[in-house]
C-alpha cells in the first residue's frame, strides 16, 4: 500500500500545484485586467480632457470671428451708407444743374469750354489752316451736346462714387481679415 500511498500523495502534489498554478494565472489574470483597465480608464479622461480643451478653444475661435464679422459688417454698412448719401447728393447737384441749363435763355443754355491747347498739338493746328484752335480759345457745344454734357457729368459722377466705395470696401475687408 505503501506504492500506492506514495503515488496518491505524488499525485495530490501535482494537483495541488496544477491548482495554484491555476489559481496564480487567475490572480495574475485578474490583475492584469484591472492594470489595463485602469490605464484606459486614465486614457480615456485625458483624451475627454483634450477633447473639452479642444472644443474650448475652437469656441473661442469662433466667437472672435463672430465678433470681427460683426464690427466688419458694421463698418461696411456705414460705408455703405456714406457713399450712398455722397453718391445721391453728387446726383442732386447734377440734377439741380441740369434743370438751372434747361430753363436758361437760348444766350445763357448755350455751353463754351475754354480750351488750352498743348504745344504739339499747336504745331499741328498751325499747319491745319486758319480753322485751327489757339491757346485759351473758347469753344460753343450745340445744345444737343451741351445737354448731352449733364449725362455724361452724371455717369462720371455716379463712376468716381462708386469706385470710391469699393476701393474703401475692400480696404475694409482687407482690414478685417
Known amino acids: 500500500m505503501s506504492a500506492w500511498l506514495k503515488q496518491y500523495k505524488l499525485f495530490a502534489a ?3 500545484v ?4 491555476a489559481l496564480s494565472a487567475a490572480i495574475a489574470w485578474q490583475w ?3 492594470s489595463y483597465g485602469a490605464l484606459l480608464a486614465e486614457q480615456g479622461r485625458a483624451h475627454e480632457t483634450q477633447l473639452r480643451l479642444t472644443a474650448e478653444a475652437n469656441a473661442a475661435v469662433i466667437l472672435k470671428q463672430q465678433t470681427d464679422r460683426l ?3 458694421t463698418r461696411l454698412t456705414t460705408l455703405d451708407t456714406n457713399s450712398t448719401e455722397k453718391l445721391t447728393h453728387a446726383q442732386t447737384e447734377n440734377d439741380r444743374l441740369r434743370r438751372e441749363y434747361s430753363a436758361a435763355d437760348d444766350e445763357r443754355r448755350r455751353l463754351r469750354i475754354e480750351v488750352k491747347v498743348a504745344r504739339a498739338d499747336a504745331i499741328v493746328s498751325a499747319a491745319t489752316g486758319a480753322g485751327s484752335l489757339g491757346d485759351a480759345t473758347s ?5 444737343a451736346a451741351g445737354s448731352a454734357v449733364w449725362d455724361i457729368r452724371g455717369g462720371m459722377i455716379s463712376d468716381r462714387e462708386k469706385l470710391v466705395y469699393l476701393q474703401e470696401w475692400a480696404r475694409a475687408v482687407r482690414a478685417g481679415e
Not at 18 to 21: D, G, K, P, S, W
Not at 139 to 143: F, N, Q, R
Open 14 to 16: 501535482g494537483a495541488a
Open 18 to 21: 496544477l491548482v495554484l498554478m
Open 32 to 34: 492584469q485586467a484591472n
Open 71 to 73: 464690427v466688419l459688417e
Open 139 to 143: 469753344v460753343e457745344l450745340s445744345a
